[in-house]
């Protein structure tokens, strides 16, 4: 389990099954083996085994669901323990090697959640650990990583420039004996992007975590984003991408920001503020109406109509509605119409769209199309 049979038994209905259940873990109980097939194989397409393990557990429902699916879980559970174990020893070891620089160890996203201890690190695989560091330190910060073992991925002379010039990242870096790989961001948006949040503000809202454990001798402290920074770089990276595949992951990673960081009074007064400062609105305003129209995540309405400003008008909004609502669903069979690829497409394209300007973009697309493959 799961198989590869279509569960013909199983009714299709307007809302897949993982979406139920994310948004009420208790219908668990009360699935049939055939539409726990179905479920468990559109949560691997969304990589949130792990995810749903925890939230069946974390809901008391784990023990009511059949030992097929229950074996299933377990296993993924496991998993998910032994990649949080292995992030907490690389964050470790990243703060050693940057320790002599005196730069300070910022965490985004999944590094960040999970050292933070956050419900949105509760079964949540990544592949990579992403810090954010100044631009004007990127060499010194790029020297000390290789001199512990980290050497950058990318190799072709095409992809160095991309991301050295354009991008808002050094090529992906790789440890040369554990394979683990870094992202060193300087922004959380491309330099050619026409939004440019400024990465100051944002290192200078951040927070540093308590110690957990004990730490190498001289090891910096680790920050994680200011709680409203948090999340409108969770937003900037969903709606500012251009790929989908991990959509629905990313979009319950706001869902869980939201309801554990929303209980913090006066949260939901200066997000949408702090939104505007960084010049964010638009990308909040998308993760709001999408967290709660999907997951029915309890957005204040008084945030709401702060957000909604920075929306787009109607006719767009439309648009946006029929894409995005196709591209956050998992990437199965079960879970797509129709129109689902071409949303999908349409959606690549416009994330590379407001990441490169027109001319920088064509050049990009053919470079990836035409030339990069013939090299390999």
Known sequence: MPSERPPSEVPRSAVPLLLQLLRQP?????????????????AASARLEASLHGLLDEHGVAGAIPAQARRHLDWAGVHAERHANAVRFEVAQIGAALAATGVPL??????????????????????????????????????ALMLHGWTTVAQDAYDQRYYRTWM?????????????????????????????PDPA????????????????????????????????????HLFYDG???HGLRDLLDLHRLLTSLGATPGFWEALPAR???????????YALRYCARMLHTPVPASALAAARPAGP???????????FLRAL????????????????????????????????????????????????
Not at 28 to 33: E, F, S, V, Y
Request: with cysteine; aromatic share 6%.
């Open 275 to 285: 939104a505007a400062e960084l010049e964010l609105g638009r990308p909040l305003f």
């Open 26 to 42: 208790a219908r668990g109980a009360a699935l049939t083996l055939a539409e726990w097939d179905l479920l468990l194989r559109q």
């Open 201 to 236: 503000r944002l290192r200078a809202a951040a927070v540093a975590l308590a110690p957990q454990g004990k730490a190498a001798p001289g090891q910096a402290h680790v920050h994680v984003l200011a709680p409203a920074d948090m999340v409108l770089h969770s937003a900037v």
């Open 106 to 143: 910022i965490l985004l996203k999944g590094g960040a959640y999970a050292m933070a201890r956050l419900p949105a690190a509760r079964g949540r695989l990544f592949s990579d650990i992403d810090i954010l560091v100044p631009k004007d330190q990127l060499a010194q910060v790029e020297a």
């Open 243 to 245: 790929e989908f595949d």
């Open 313 to 323: 008008g109607a006719p767009l909004l439309a648009l946006m509605d029929s894409l």
């Open 168 to 196: 808002h990242e050094l090529p992906p870096m790789k440890h040369a004996r554990r394979a683990s790989v870094i992202d060193v961001h300087h922004a959380i948006l491309p330099e050619t992007a026409r939004l440019r």
């Open 329 to 376: 669903l998992p990437n199965h069979p079960s879970c797509a119409d129709r129109w689902s690829a071409g949303a999908r497409f349409l959606l690549y394209i416009r994330g590379n769209w407001l990441r490169m300007p027109p001319i920088l973009l064509t050049r990009h697309l053919f470079h990836k199309a035409f030339i990069s493959p013939s090299k390999d």
